[in-house]
């Protein structure tokens, strides 16, 4: 099962490497460095080393799975945003709503084209291999 969608095990420990982090959601470590540049993490550092804890965690796992559900990056950070400055979570939840419903529509609209073009596509097929046989 993707490991993105999939709710990782809650893990007790508080720190974080970010090759655990990586292994962890099977993604590699310079995805983590970008969304690191991008600012939607930030691990602390001990000399050139970064440390990951439970927040950036989570954020990751945010991160990978707006990803996943076709959000840009910068929706995710508004909606990381939210989760940072809301804490009853009712904006955040809000905010999320309205852009699932939105994303829903146009998946949904493009599941309908690419159903129609699909039987169009079909249908030429048959057609093709008709007058292909009529020419045989």
């Known amino acids: 099962m993707d490991k993105i969608l999939a ?17 962890e959601f099977d993604i590699s470590t310079r995805t983590i460095r970008f969304y690191e540049s991008k600012g939607l993490i930030t691990p602390d550092r001990v000399g050139t080393t970064r440390v990951f804890r439970r927040r950036d965690r989570t954020r990751l796992l945010l991160i990978l799975r707006g990803k996943r559900l076709g959000f840009s990056l910068n929706e995710i950070s508004d909606y990381l945003e939210l989760y940072d400055a809301d804490q009853t979570q009712a904006t955040q939840t809000q905010h999320l709503l309205e852009r699932v419903n939105t994303r829903l529509a146009m998946l949904r ?13 079909e249908e030429m097929q048959g057609y093709a291999m008709e007058q292909l046989k009529k020419q045989a």
């Open 109 to 121: 609209a493009q599941k309908t084209d690419l159903e129609t073009a699909i039987a169009e596509l």
């Open 7 to 23: 709710k990782p095990a809650e893990k007790k420990q508080e720190l974080f490497s970010i090759a655990e982090l990586a292994d």
